[in-house]
């Protein structure tokens, strides 16, 4: 669940790329043995544990140790920023360094940390944690209980996977509560209403998950009360993909919502006022108990509640009243008149040809958007009127838009802006970090004006410190022409006019409406910029740098658009003579292995080296292992003949011609991943091995999807992959 800033709330069941750790077998076309499909199993591990030796063997040595040395060194660099989230006078962070690999849990007062202080108060230290209690824990989160921020709801994950669980922690005794709340390990979530009751939803044996391995009932837990007991406020229908439920502790407007995902892209959200089987209700028996209110909205739509407003962000068009919205407009809608069926829309954000919604944040009286014109960052500000005008009706128009100035932050050109509110219920105060390929971080306090939304003051609160030497790196913005004619923009960070003999590195991911934009990375520019390499960041279809209709173009039968653009980049960064293909890498993860695994297979004379990470490959059985069910809204279901037809044409695994000549590939994976089942890359790897292809294959044993569980494992898969690229691509 996702608390929106605004101290209002929507549920974020949008999950993206999660599930359930099962070993699901279906016949396939592949020749790979079946074993390698057993996530756990002693002949696929004693497998993966050999080609992690053949690959340390080959790209070990002085310069791996050198560059696994530097990267570590920046991740625990002890002067990056510790961002914070703010709860009454409290500052809380996560900190994570050398000596405290899986993460401190501490606080200090928000002055203090305004002030640069370092006054931390330590409230939870994970890795003694995981050494008392013999368990490899790795951070997940935690939820305080509003008003008084005494308790909290822990998260943690065994060895980083998305499987998790939660416990009940006195945050005045620095301790676990002695028969607290507490929810098994499990997909799922447990979030506060008050201090007597929760929101769970959780896997509670068959009928209780989907296909996919969530949880489909939103349930109340009493203090004291067994979970298989709770009362089921929803439930979804087998067919759909997960509930989600979470309480908005905003006083005036306290109430609860639950989110019902039918699949990856269609969601139904409903409201229950005040707390639901709390101390707020007027009783909680089954004759008075509020029945929870459907809210009407497209189902491919955001809905998020925020005092007295409701927030509508469009996935596609809407007819309402006479009127088309695009997608990608941000509406607000009076919620009272809402629920009363008068549907009056006051447009927030309208996108045009090159300006879409980025995201958004809510201040004590305003709505902050951060939007991408052309993939450039700006800041909005829309301001509701301060009361209900004279006759009770609003009009279009009573809400006031504005655009800050941010001069007194000093953005550099091309770098990514983004906003959160610090102190929603209280007050105007704005978090606003910028970030570019080669500015370090910083992070600003701004003050806006109740009234106008203007900038009334501005604060560098910290700033990250410069961890590679970018002298020459000169940061650009370029457009390629795809195979369908679309321009397809994209970010080089190098020399100025690029090197042909030096490496070059594209990256992408191109789904999910995920936007890749410029940040940075002390990795890349110790790894490649500061040894003159070229990086490059691909926007392709399927992402959300040009709202959702750039994700929606590369849905389904359309995917290989986010192909034909990435290609298109690589072929225009030759044509500009920024690289050769000899020279030129790519790199993605997850999706982003989808597409570099399709890149491999589709035009491999296009690149020097492929680095694929915790991908997809098998589109046959996707929707059958893991979270992959919950993502045929994005590809499409195999099981479907003639949907499959169209899957198969971006299925690398079964696009892969054993004859065919590749360049070289480092395959990666975790045996902890519980979103992308390992099987994807393993059974890859054993093909190009029979095949006699160049392939090296790197299996971490902790990690979940994001492969490495802490800095130590990250920075040597990190290495790996450097010393693979430099190997391939360096003169």
């Known amino acids: 669940m996702r608390s929106v800033e605004s101290g209002g709330y929507r549920p974020s069941i949008r999950p993206h790329e999660q599930g359930a750790q099962t070993t699901t077998t279906t016949s396939t076309d592949s020749s790979a043995p079946s074993w390698l499909e057993d996530i756990t199993g002693d002949r696929a591990l004693a497998w993966a544990r050999e080609r992690n030796a053949e690959t340390e063997q080959r790209l070990g ?93 822990i998260h943690l994950s065994e060895r980083g996977s998305d499987t998790d669980t939660t416990r009940e922690f006195d945050l005045v005794s620095r301790s676990w509560v ?62 759909d993909m997960t509930v989600g439920a979470g309480h908005d502790a905003t006083p005036g407007f306290e109430r609860s919502w639950i989110e019902v995902a039918h699949d990856f892209s269609h969601f139904t959200t409903y409201l229950l006022p005040d707390r639901p089987g709390g101390s707020g209700a007027a009783t909680d028996t089954e004759a008075v108990r509020p029945a929870p209110r459907r809210i009407e909205a497209p189902a491919d739509a955001e809905v998020t509640g925020w005092r007295e407003w409701l927030l509508i962000l469009l996935h596609g068009d809407w007819e309402l009243g006479g009127r088309i919205w695009p997608a990608g407009s941000l509406l607000a809608f009076d919620l009272e008149d809402h629920l009363a069926g008068d549907r009056r829309a006051h447009p927030l954000f309208v996108p045009d040809g090159h300006a879409f919604l980025q995201g958004f944040t809510a201040t004590r009286h305003h709505v902050v958007m951060t939007v991408m014109v052309d993939v450039v960052s700006q800041v909005r500000v829309a301001t509701p009127p301060s009361a209900r005008p004279a006759g009770g009706r609003w009009e279009e128009g009573d809400w006031t838009a504005s655009v800050p100035d941010l001069a007194g932050a000093s953005v ?76 397809v923009p994209y970010f080089q960070a190098g020399r100025p006019g690029g090197d042909p003999g030096a490496p070059t590195l594209l990256y992408g991911y191109g789904g999910f409406e995920v936007s890749c934009l410029p940040g940075y990375s002390p990795v890349v520019g110790l790894s490649l910029l500061e040894h003159g390499g070229t990086y490059v960041v691909a926007n392709i279809r399927g992402g959300g740098e040009y709202g959702p209709a750039w994700h929606r173009a590369a849905l389904t039968r359309n995917r290989p658009r986010a192909y034909e653009d990435f290609e298109a980049v690589a072929r225009d960064l030759i044509a500009r003579g920024v690289t050769t293909p000899s020279r030129l890498g790519i790199q993605g993860g997850s999706n982003g292995g ?27 059985r996707y929707h059958t292992w893991l979270a992959g069910a919950s993502w045929m809204a994005e590809y499409g279901d195999p099981d479907d003949p003639g949907q499959w037809e169209f899957i198969r044409a971006f299925s690398p695994l079964h696009l892969f011609d054993p004859a065919r000549a590749y360049p ?27 095949a006699g292809c160049d392939i090296l294959f790197f299996e971490n044993i902790e990690g979940g999807h994001s492969g490495a569980a802490d800095n130590a494992q990250r920075a040597h898969v990190q290495a790996l992959v450097w010393e693979f690229l430099w190997q391939q691509l360096g003169a």
């Open 61 to 153: 040595g002085s310069r791996l140790d050198g560059l696994e040395r530097s990267i570590r060194a920046a991740l625990d660099s002890p002067d990056r920023i510790p961002m914070v989230s703010v709860r009454g006078e409290w500052a809380y962070n996560v900190w994570t360094d050398a000596d405290h690999p899986r993460g401190l849990w501490r606080r200090q007062l928000l002055d203090s940390y305004l002030d640069g202080g370092e006054d931390w108060e330590v409230l939870l230290d994970v890795d003694a944690l995981a050494d008392g209690e013999g368990v490899s824990w790795v951070w997940h989160g935690a939820r305080l209980l509003d008003p008084d921020n005494d308790r909290a709801l």
């Open 664 to 690: 070289p590939v480092l395959l990666t994976t975790s045996t902890r991943d519980d979103r992308v089942h390992p099987a994807h890359a393993r059974t890859m790897a054993w093909r190009m091995r029979e």
């Open 412 to 487: 550099p050109p091309l770098c990514t802006i983004s906003v959160g509110a610090v102190a929603p219920r209280e007050d105007d105060r704005l978090w606003l970090t910028v970030s570019g390929f080669t500015t370090p971080t910083t992070l600003f306090l701004l003050d806006l004006d109740p009234g106008t939304g203007a900038v009334a003051s501005t604060r560098r609160v910290r700033q990250a410190p410069a961890l590679f030497d970018a002298a020459g790196v000169e940061v650009s913005q370029h457009f390629a022409t795809s195979a369908d004619g679309t321009r």
């Open 594 to 620: 989808l597409l570099t695994g399709n890149m491999l297979v589709r035009t491999p004379d296009l690149f020097g080296a492929v680095v694929i990470q915790a991908p997809l490959l098998d589109m046959r």
């Open 178 to 239: 002695e028969g607290g709340f507490s929810r098994p390990a499990a997909k799922g979530s447990m979030s506060w209403i008050d201090r007597d009751h929760v929101w769970v939803c959780t896997d509670l044996g068959p009928g209780t998950v989907s296909s996919s391995g969530y949880p489909l009932q939103a349930r109340v837990l009493t203090r004291g009360g067994r979970i298989e007991d709770a009362r089921v406020v929803l439930e979804g229908a087998p067919s």
